[in-house]
């Protein structure tokens, strides 16, 4: 039966849109359901806040009236804006093993594109390279952590069927703290004390702490990330909306802020990989004894994942990285923690992925971002 595309555009088609990779994954154990609360506030034209600068087509293609795959058009004009650039994106992709979705599915986002006008299409980006993004292309033999992506072998295959071409790698490292290198544990009282008497000091953040401290936060992030490819900066609806949600589910053991003489220059922020528990909720839908789950186990996972490590420019290679990397693998030896996994790093930032082969991390899985022209 012939493939077809139909734009999403009532509420019932988000329904489906959201459900559909539910099916597509029944029984694959590596799958995680995001959550159907956070998904379902995503496609929210009036609640998420990057629709008060940028707008999406979502599209679901059916074969003989059944679904049979995804995906949304994007476009986000503060990325444009900032690279003095015209380029479009999309995400929320997934499909069955057959071209002729994928084919239809990018023509879609193909017309989308042209209609705006855009030189190329980049992509997977759910909506920025701030949320998930890109396609896993190793590592399937594990389930993603928090906030990191998950789909089957066969995408790479379909995508460069399609004529997508490689953009970008993102790379994700996974720590025991058994196996990596304890210098900076050992040095960690001499750093610090080095660190003071420049007027740097480290502290930890609680859940009132990064409330208090976050336009600090953000404004780390704005200096320390602004170089990297595909950066783009957070608006402040954004950064409270992200910031909301992990102080959910954020350990106060694992956040930390660097400031020289009373200024932020860095901060590190990882986070319990709940996604140990929402494993066994195949359809994202904690509701009712779901959210108790999460909220007694948070801090009982056997992993995290650091979200964030970034200090300001010139700031660097004073140790203020070391330390982070020390004291986040004290609370881990403390908890009992069995690794953690640093993602996503940009396949070119040399100098964090040196201190991770350093730190004797493994490179485990990579995220690949695409692009076509129009």
């Excluded at 210098?183 to 007027?199: C, F």
């Amino acid at each position: 039966m012939e493939v077809v595309c139909k734009l999403v555009e009532s509420r019932t088609d988000v329904e489906k849109f959201i459900r559909f990779p539910h099916d597509l994954y029944k029984g694959d154990p590596c799958y995680v359901a995001e959550m159907y609360l956070a998904q379902k506030s995503m496609f929210d034209k009036s609640r998420y806040p990057f629709f008060v600068y940028g707008d999406t087509a979502l599209f679901l293609a059916y074969r003989d009236g059944k679904i049979v795959g995804r995906i949304a058009a994007i476009n986000n004009p503060r990325y444009n804006e900032f690279h003095q650039s015209n380029v479009g994106f999309f995400g929320f992709f997934d499909s069955i093993r057959d071209q002729e979705v994928v084919k239809k599915l990018f023509a879609e986002v193909r017309k989308f594109g042209k209609n705006k006008q855009f030189d190329k299409i980049i992509g997977p980006t759910n909506y920025s390279t701030n949320e998930t993004a890109g396609v896993l292309i190793d590592g399937f033999d594990s389930p993603p952590v928090i906030m990191m992506t998950y789909n089957y072998p066969y995408y790479e295959s379909l995508l460069l069927s399609e004529g997508l071409t490689k953009e970008m790698d993102l790379l994700a490292y996974f720590l025991k703290p058994e196996e990596i290198s304890h210098k900076s544990v050992r040095l960690l009282p001499n750093i610090e004390k080095r660190l003071a008497s420049e007027g740097i000091t480290i502290k930890k953040l609680s859940k009132k702490n990064i409330h208090k401290e976050s336009i600090k936060i953000r404004e780390i992030y704005h200096k320390a990330w602004i170089k990297n490819w595909g950066f783009v900066p957070f608006t402040h609806e954004e950064f409270d909306y992200l910031k909301n949600d992990l102080s959910l589910i954020m350990d106060s053991d694992f956040t930390f802020l660097a400031e020289k003489n009373g200024e932020p220059v860095g901060f590190c922020i990882a986070i319990p990989n709940v996604n140990e528990i929402l494993i066994k909720y195949k359809k994202g839908k904690l509701f009712p004894f779901g959210f108790l789950d999460l909220w007694l186990r948070k801090n009982k996972t056997k992993t995290m994942r650091i979200l964030a490590l970034g200090v300001i420019p010139e700031m660097r290679k004073k140790g203020i990285e070391a330390v982070f990397y020390a004291k986040c693998i004290l609370a881990a030896r403390a908890k009992s923690q069995t690794g953690a996994e640093a993602s996503w790093i940009l396949e070119n930032n040399s100098e964090m992925n040196q201190a991770l082969i350093n730190l004797q991390a493994i490179k485990y899985k990579t995220y690949r971002l695409y692009s076509f022209t129009l």
